[in-house]
């Protein structure tokens, strides 16, 4: 991967962010009316800083909680709630539309009572968790959706039960979209989203524990594949979209690299001199380490070869590009170092994502005691 011209234009190949007016002269078109429904967890904050530095206008709307002093005083805000109170949205309209919470299709069909014939575009994040299937590799956007579990209403499920049928009702919400929006929406499925501001812990956990040093537990076989996406360049991705108006399904996600390129690609931005020992899966699941929970980002490839290997062609000629693995790692590492102690401590103790130092060092310890066979 190298350092595309945009990453030098927009700063990022060197971490610093140019203002507006510097990245606006790059865009295509006129200055767009954009609402963003959510916008100040994860990918949201990141897509509010690439288009008001390309001169877009930009309101959010959520319920004002989370970060609710992000962006005050620079984009307008409309306070509501997808699952409930729509109102503030009543009487504006839009160039486009980007939906970032919805995990639900009543949220698309709440928010349409307002939005729908008030916008000229509509952009959904979805996920890759609509493929039910992921036994085959290089799969593209016209593989198998989820079902509906049987009996399930996808308008009812109550919120504490929507995690567990996330890919049934993101695949519902996408079919909301395409009612409400027809012929003028675009759906993005991102994989797993990484990046400074993921409180998932997911890929992070690798960075900072690569940046502590010592020996590694690393999972699998190191040719194992891996594939991510920095929130970055998939928010400024939809940006452009929202651009040119791109309709249509993507995949949207980086290319497929192996478990020891991801690993040996983080430890090049740290100098605690990490080692890494590769544990076989069978191995692990014998000692109760879990494929992504505690070693995160991975999945073994058998019986999961397709789920670390989505094609994404389609949103590379649409203009998906990716920064270099290096930066995403560097970008994380620094922002988990400003973390709140408590955040700090519970990746350090495993709570949402890795495995906890003593645990970590148990299942090292007991791989080299057991008697490698003969090859
Ligand atoms: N993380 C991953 O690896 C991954 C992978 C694939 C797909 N995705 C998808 O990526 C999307 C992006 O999520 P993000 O967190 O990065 O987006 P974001 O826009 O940065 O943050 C979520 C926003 O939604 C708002 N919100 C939450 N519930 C709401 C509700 N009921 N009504 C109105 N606003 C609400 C939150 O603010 P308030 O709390 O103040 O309302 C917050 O501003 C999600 O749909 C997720 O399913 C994630």
Redesign the pocket.
Same mark, same amino acid.
């Given at each position: 991967m190298s350092i595309t011209r945009r990453d030098l234009l927009t700063g990022a190949a060197n971490g610093t962010r140019r203002r507006a007016g510097s990245l606006a002269h790059e865009r295509v078109g006129a200055p767009l009316n954009i609402l *963003? %429904? =959510?916008? #100040? =967890?994860? #990918? /949201?904050?990141?897509?509010v800083e690439y288009a008001t530095a390309r001169g877009h206008r930009v309101t959010?709307? !959520? $319920? !004002? $909680?989370? $970060?609710?002093d992000l962006f005050k005083g620079r984009v307008d805000q409309l306070i509501? &709630? %997808? !699952? /409930?109170d729509v109102e503030s949205l009543k009487g504006h309209s839009f160039d486009v539309v980007i &939906? !970032?919470?919805? #995990?639900a299709p009543a949220?698309v069909r709440n928010a349409a009572k307002h939005l729908a014939g008030h916008t000229k575009h509509y952009l959904f *994040?979805?996920? %890759?968790?609509v493929y039910p299937n992921n036994t085959v590799t290089n799969r593209d956007e016209s593989d198998g959706l989820t079902p509906l579990p049987e009996g399930l209403d996808p308008y009812t499920v109550p919120a504490d039960q929507a995690r567990r049928y996330?890919g049934a009702l993101?695949t519902e919400s996408e079919r909301e979209v395409a009612r409400q929006y027809p012929g003028i929406n675009t759906i993005v499925?991102? =994989?797993? *989203?990484?990046g400074p %501001?993921?409180k998932?812990d997911?890929f992070t956990y690798w960075p900072v524990r690569i940046d502590r040093g010592g020996e590694v537990l690393a999972p699998g076989n190191p040719d194992d594949p891996n594939q991510i *996406?920095d929130?970055r360049d998939l928010a400024e991705w939809m940006i452009r979209l929202a651009e040119q108006r791109v309709l249509g399904t993507f995949n949207a996600v980086g290319p497929v690299i192996s478990m020891w390129e991801l690993l040996a690609g983080i430890k090049s931005v740290t100098t605690a001199g990490a080692q890494f020992t590769w544990v076989p899966a069978d191995f692990l699941r014998a000692n109760g380490v879990t494929p992504w929970r505690h070693m995160p980002t991975w999945m073994p490839p058998v019986p999961n070869a397709g789920f670390s290997t989505r094609n994404n062609a389609r949103a590379v000629a649409a203009g998906l590009t990716f920064r270099p693995l290096s930066m995403t790692a560097k970008d994380t590492l620094d922002w988990h170092k400003t973390r709140p102690a408590e955040e700090q401590k519970s990746l350090a103790d495993g709570a949402i994502a890795g495995i906890p130092a003593t645990k970590e060092a148990e299942v090292i310890a007991a791989w080299k005691a057991k008697p490698q066979s003969a090859p």
């Open positions: *963003i %429904l =959510g916008g #100040t =967890g994860f #990918t /949201g904050p990141e897509q959010l709307f !959520n $319920r !004002n $909680r989370t $970060r609710p509501g &709630d %997808l !699952n /409930g &939906d !970032n919470p919805t #995990t949220w *994040i979805s996920t %890759l968790s996330y993101k499925r991102p =994989g797993l *989203i990484v %501001l993921d998932s997911r *996406i929130s």
